[in-house]
């Protein structure tokens, strides 16, 4: 099934996708020992402009940092620009995604009493840019959940609200963001649309849901967590849901050992979760193949370009901090499979 009013915008995001690095091109970067010598080899590719652009005001790390946001922000305005209006709504729900990892990370720096910039953040949308911006403005802990709040996020922070005026309880916070978005997921399903387009929402709902069991695991109980959950959980979320414990629930998941291994000497979710960010690209990368003029080309893009973007800044910051091997087992090499 095709849809010709998605001809044009196609056209031009598989154009995008030759943009996207090359297997020689990450086999470089990972040559490379210095974070001078990435930012003068990724100055070679698409990323040129944005780099130029940020060498105006930054320099070594935030230099990276801010031309690899600059990138995926013009990436984003090029695809609200070619797709038909009929997708736009589709990917407004899309983004969103981005936007509650950016409200995340400026909620963890507050609850913790640390400085957050803009630079950290991926600003997806110009409404993300000035909710976060709102958010980083609020003096202390009470006024920033009372903007979040006020603001699409409310209907699922006010369950928890009040547990949530301590700082200290900010995983609800972020529970909560989950869900929220998790919600808006499960209504685009709900909607017709082609099937590539479907099988890569209900991935990403899967891992949205996948993520939400491990982490209330060792905190409630299955029936409870089964509540956090919006839409109808896959059987793969439904088998995590019936293991005893953590530990075992992580088995189930069929990560590789190296991935493994990091998680149980470090004690470390966040192993797991970008062990599974990198089987879901993996598999997106072949939905993205084969989707032929529907939104699953947009969606599929989209992701693929942001698993680039997250695996140059995780490289940069290896680099950077001299810690490049832990981040190895999550690198993914290539994304687009191309090999020149």
């Avoid at 709902?205 to 060792?218: A, N």
């Amino acid at each position: 099934m095709v849809d010709l009013e998605y001809g044009y915008g196609c056209t031009r995001i598989k154009a995008l996708e030759t943009r996207l690095l090359t297997r020689k091109q990450w086999a470089d970067l990972f040559s490379v020992f210095s974070l001078p010598e990435m930012t003068v080899m990724l100055q070679e590719t698409s990323y040129k402009d944005a780099l130029i652009r940020a060498s105006q005001k930054h320099a070594g790390i935030e230099l990276l940092m801010v031309g690899l946001a600059d990138n995926w922000v013009q990436t984003l305005r090029t695809i609200e620009r070619i797709i038909p209006d009929k997708a736009k709504s589709a990917l407004d729900v899309l983004l969103r995604e981005w936007e509650v990892q950016d409200v995340k990370t400026v909620c963890a720096k507050k609850a913790l009493g640390q400085i957050v910039s803009m630079d950290e953040l991926s600003v997806a949308t110009e409404s993300s840019r000035k909710l976060c911006e709102k958010l980083m403005e609020q003096k202390d802990w009470a006024s920033l959940l009372n903007v979040l709040k006020s603001s699409w996020y409310g209907d699922a922070l006010r369950a928890d609200f009040t547990r949530m005026q301590d700082p200290a309880e900010f995983r609800l916070v972020s529970q909560a963001l989950d869900r929220a978005y998790a919600q808006q997921v499960s209504e685009v399903l709900k909607a017709k649309a082609h099937p590539n387009t479907r099988a890569l929402l209900r991935l990403r709902q899967e891992f949205l849901h996948t993520m939400i069991v491990l982490r209330l695991k060792p905190i409630a109980s299955s029936a409870d967590i089964e509540k956090e959950l919006f839409g109808t959980p896959s059987q793969k979320v439904r088998d995590l849901l019936g293991a005893a414990n953590l530990d075992e629930a992580v088995r189930l998941l069929g990560l590789p050992d190296s991935v493994l291994a990091i998680y149980h000497e470090k004690n470390a979710l966040s192993a797991i979760e970008l062990g599974l960010e990198k089987q879901f690209v993996q598999t997106a990368l072949k939905k993205f193949r084969a989707s032929v003029l529907n939104f699953g080309v947009v969606i599929g893009f989209l992701y693929l370009k942001s698993a680039e973007i997250a695996n140059l800044k995780r490289l940069a910051l290896g680099k950077y901090f001299g810690v490049e091997d832990q981040f190895r087992p999550f690198l993914l090499q290539e994304i687009t499979g191309a090999s020149s």
